[in-house]
């Protein structure tokens, strides 16, 4: 048993860290969370030249073959970058064509999505018409479909950017007839992208906690820095705490979508059920660390925290992947995904 | 990243699983009573007697030199198949260890043998009425006399004392230095006169505790453990065993009490209820990233010799997890969960205990602020 990243895994992680830190410093995200038009072309296409968007797709498809923990690794540190990226609508799309496409389907899409030239981009959720993320950007949409998927060109499609406080991100409400259904079962791309999600989400939480942690041994008041308060110090450690829980069961789900799928619809609902929770929490208390500070529009804080709001909703609630987990802990019929 | 067994984890694993199918004595008779105690003792010479006595300890002590990951599955083996525990656990899980660390060759000699076959019992007598978290504030005093040391001082929370053979104390020898650095560890004959054990009953109406009050007893110097101002260290070394893969052993553990309550809110007509599910879920999800820290810590912890920051959140999860599981399942039983006898209101009130015993969880949070996240002490 050895629960920890390899030698390569660990490379994937500090060249994104890094790679993250040189462009999406603090003034490159507001200035693009700003702008209304938050992807910024060339950084996606180092990202492309990186083979990022192609990091869990086949290599027959062009992509580098690697799996959902690699995945993972990826979208926790743009979670921790805050970055402005449609990485995660064209990687969700891109899983759910290879899992459930037609080999015609897969050869025709995938290399597009695998390259990132000819972006996907996936349902997220559905609240009166799906809301899909980089839909304007994107080649080919993935939309539901009963309990399956279907493939929608946006040029037959009607979008609608929608104003959520989360500006880090595009997100668009979709209305499209018909389209191209995909054969195959969905249930396990779906649970891939909450654990993709929930990855994002403890990146964010990790993000907070360290702003606030620094902010606690810098600020003082009362003629002491404001983290030897226990007040504030063991709320500091209940962001750990949160943080390392949403972690765990992350890492874990991601191995069982490469590994041992049958772990993985509990396991997926686990993790995003409590990184919702968890990137909620830990940014609300991070706010609270800071002060008035935080609350201020000119402070960095609430990009992580409308994010982790929006991303917390986004394929499922806590409360629905919760009810979920009960489902499958035994105590009634497992049911679908909540979409 | 690879969570399956290792074919040596795996054949570990079934090597145990198949004694303890073969070996397993049934369920301990509860009431923390003679009958009970005698039960466990009787349980630790059969482990004792396949080699499953002291499975972290090294060979050469009459270990079983088996690895944290090996250790972290004999406590899940255990749990799953709700073996009783041994009589001797402080002797095994915090007596031998010590004296493997810190002893003497005339220690390991004398000592371990004994531990491991629950001949001798072992008690540890650290906290004081006046020192419980700020433990280096003891002020139980030794005293040098004829080759040995006079001690006088009062103890409490010490459980076994009654059955106890061996003491581990931490006393005070020089008053006149800084408190951390005047320690010493003794292993005091709890047989002595001068030792008086009184039983101290606890919410649940059972006494696991006692209060212990020492007069003027005898401990030779052969009886003390590394060094003379060395007890804050070796102590340190006992508390770190107590939470040394505990988290991987306390998970399956609450899993088992789980699914009592999952069938317990069946029988209640409750399991449909959403406010009940999204509870016993919350619970499950608690309990599997116990499970899942402890082995990212178990694996740090091998690799680089400590756990990660997933490793020190471990107690305060158990505690939380078992406080808020048990109060949760009282409720769900109704009024027959309440009614003294019943073993979900043992469970509901014994744990009110866990955020105490073994650090506070108030105080564990003051570790994880300084040690971990680099905050500054208030002190």
Known sequence: MNFDFNDEQREIKSTAREFLAARFGPEKVRELAESGSPYDEGIWAEMCELGWPGIAIASEYGGQGLGAVELVILQEELGYACAPTPFIANAYAGAVVQAAGSDEQRSRWLPGIASGEQQGAAELTNDGGAIVGAAEGARILVLAEGDGARLVEPEAATLERLDLIDTTRAYYRVQAEGGESLPGDIAAPVDTGMVALAAELVGIAQRAMEMAVDYAKEREQFGRAIGAYQAVSHRCAQMLYDTEEARSLTYYAAWCADAEPESLPLAASMAKARASDAAAAVTHNALQVFGGIGFTWEHDLHFLLKRAKVGGQMLGTARQHRDRVADLSGLGEPVPAPA | ?379
């Open chain 2, 1 to 379: 990243m690879d969570l399956t067994l290792t074919p040596e984890e795996q054949a570990f694993r079934d090597e145990l699983r198949a004694w303890l199918e073969e070996n397993h004595p049934g369920p301990a008779p509860r009431g923390g009573d003679q009958e009970q105690f005698e039960f466990e003792r009787e349980w630790q010479r059969t482990l004792h007697a396949a080699g499953w006595a002291g499975v972290s300890w090294p060979k050469e002590y009459g270990g079983r030199g088996a690895t944290l990951i090996e250790q972290a599955i004999f406590g899940e083996e255990l749990a799953r198949a709700k073996a009783p525990r041994p009589a001797n656990v402080l002797g095994l899980v915090m007596g031998g260890p010590v004296v493997i660390a810190h002893g003497t060759e005339e220690q390991k000699e004398r000592f371990l043998e004994p531990i491991l076959s629950a001949e001798e019992i072992w008690c540890q007598g650290f906290s004081e009425p006046e020192s419980g978290s700020d433990l280096a504030s003891l002020k139980t005093k030794a005293v040098a006399d004829n080759g040995g040391w006079r001690i006088t001082g009062q103890k409490v929370w010490t459980t076994f004392a009654h059955e106890a053979k061996w003491c581990m104390l931490v006393a005070r020898t020089d008053p006149d230095v800084p408190k951390h650095k005047g320690l010493t560890y003794f292993l005091m004959d709890m047989e002595l006169d001068e030792v008086e054990v009184r039983p101290l009953r606890q919410i649940t109406g059972e006494a696991e505790f006692n209060e212990l009050f020492i007069s003027n007893a005898y401990v030779p110097d052969e009886n003390v453990v590394g060094g003379v101002g060395n007890g804050w260290m070796v102590a340190i070394t006992t508390l770190m065993n107590e939470r040394a893969g505990l988290g991987a052993t306390a998970a399956l553990g609450l899993r088992r009490t789980l699914d009592e309550l999952i069938e317990l809110a069946r029988e209640r007509g409750l399991a449909d209820d959403p406010v009940v599910r999204d509870r016993l879920a919350r619970l499950r999800i608690g309990i599997e990233a116990l499970r899942l820290g402890a082995m990212r810590a178990l694996t740090a912890t091998m690799k680089i010799g400590v756990p990660g920051p997933e490793g020190s959140i471990s107690k305060l999860q158990w505690a939380d997890i078992n406080q808020a599981m048990t109060e949760f399942a009282v409720e769900v039983g109704g009024s027959e969960a309440l009614k003294s006898d019943s073993l979900w209101a043992y469970r509901f009130l014994r744990s009110r205990a866990n955020s105490i015993e073994g650090g506070t969880s108030d105080v564990l949070k003051n570790i994880v602020a300084e040690r971990v996240l680099g905050l500054p002490k208030l002190r």
